[in-house]
């Protein structure tokens, strides 16, 4: 008998008047064991819904469960079923890692020993031990998001709901990280990873959700949404100077020019000479080159290829 969904969203909808920005009927559901990715850029609606089902703020029509509790009427109940770690975590500065990860865990109801225990193997595993007794506002930006791993994952949620967490970690770090989601996962937690970090996200989660502008538009398996781009090819040029590119869709064989801060995405058929085409066409539109390189399809294009805009929104 198949597990019921540790996530249920069922058409979540909240829009900030001020703006008109939000969600609108967004519905899905992430399983026990499964790493469930949310992408979308700034302004997709991907914080918004994370505050949401946190139970930060209410929806303004819509329902979702956590496990067996329901996200609006049991708060409690649903908070006690997961664990968060936000883009930007804050912490007790003038207290100690340790103190403020022992606080979290003692807050979800863990007894003394089990919570020194846990906690003790999570610093150890995270490389914090030597840090522990360290007040919270000497850490870097990285430390404060392992410590912030270490709250999320002390308690034993049943889901975990981690935005952007690889950010600001180092590379051993990542490794980390990556190998602890897939040991929870396969243990039978569920995830939400809501992440632009296209590498990460093609690596970890069995399935992917896009949002653009609210709504949500598909969902699929990483490995579909890639191979729906068979015989295309990614070029990005990075310049000096922003140029105008408009001629550039004109080249055969080019499908779409995406700016992505000083970079040019340029997606397009697999054919001989395409490279060079490409590069003679932006040079004729006064682009200084600095670094060009041809990739693989990613996620990151199939987002292109479904809105027209770029996943990442980089000044």
């Known amino acids: 008998m198949e597990k019921p969904a540790a996530l249920e969203v069922q058409e979540i909808t909240r829009i900030y008047k001020s703006s008109g920005r939000g969600v609108a009927d967004v519905s899905f559901e992430v399983r026990p064991g499964e790493v469930f990715g949310l992408m979308g850029p700034n302004g997709s609606g991907k914080s918004t819904l994370l505050r949401v089902l946190s139970t930060a703020i209410e929806p303004d029509r819509g329902a979702f469960r956590v496990v067996d509790a329901d996200g609006i ?119 939400l990873l809501a992440s632009n970090q296209v590498d990460e996200v093609e690596a970890m989660c069995d399935r992917v959700a896009f949002l653009h502008r609210g709504k949500l538009l598909t969902l ?63 040079v004729r539109a006064g682009g200084d080159i600095t670094d060009l390189a041809v990739r693989r399809p990613s996620l990151e294009d199939v987002y292109v290829k479904l809105t027209g805009e770029a996943l990442k929104d980089e000044a």
């Not at 398996?221 to 408009?246: K, Q």
Request: glycine share 10%.
């Open 73 to 191: 009427k049991e708060k409690r109940k649903a908070r006690a079923r997961m664990g968060l770690m936000v883009d930007r975590p804050t912490h007790y500065g003038d207290l100690s890692g340790w103190a403020n990860a022992y606080l979290f865990a003692r807050s979800y109801g863990m007894e003394e020993r089990k919570a020194e225990s846990v906690l003790a193997e999570l610093f150890d595993y995270f490389g914090l031990a030597e840090y522990r007794d360290d007040r919270v506002k000497t850490y870097s930006y990285g430390m404060g998001k392992k410590l912030a791993l270490i709250e999320a994952m002390a308690h034993g949620p049943d889901l975990l709901i981690l935005d952007e967490p690889s950010l600001g970690l180092d590379y051993a770090s990542q490794l980390a990280y990556q190998r602890r989601i897939r040991e929870l996962a396969a243990s039978g937690v569920a995830v």
């Open 220 to 282: 699929g398996t990483p490995e579909e949404f890639v191979s729906s781009l068979e015989g295309t090819r990614r070029i990005v040029a990075t310049l000096r100077n922003p140029v105008e590119y408009g001629d550039l869709e004109g080249v055969p064989g080019v499908e779409r020019v995406v700016p992505e801060g000083r970079d040019l995405v340029v997606q397009c058929e697999e054919r001989a000479g395409i490279v060079a085409d490409v590069v003679a066409g932006i």
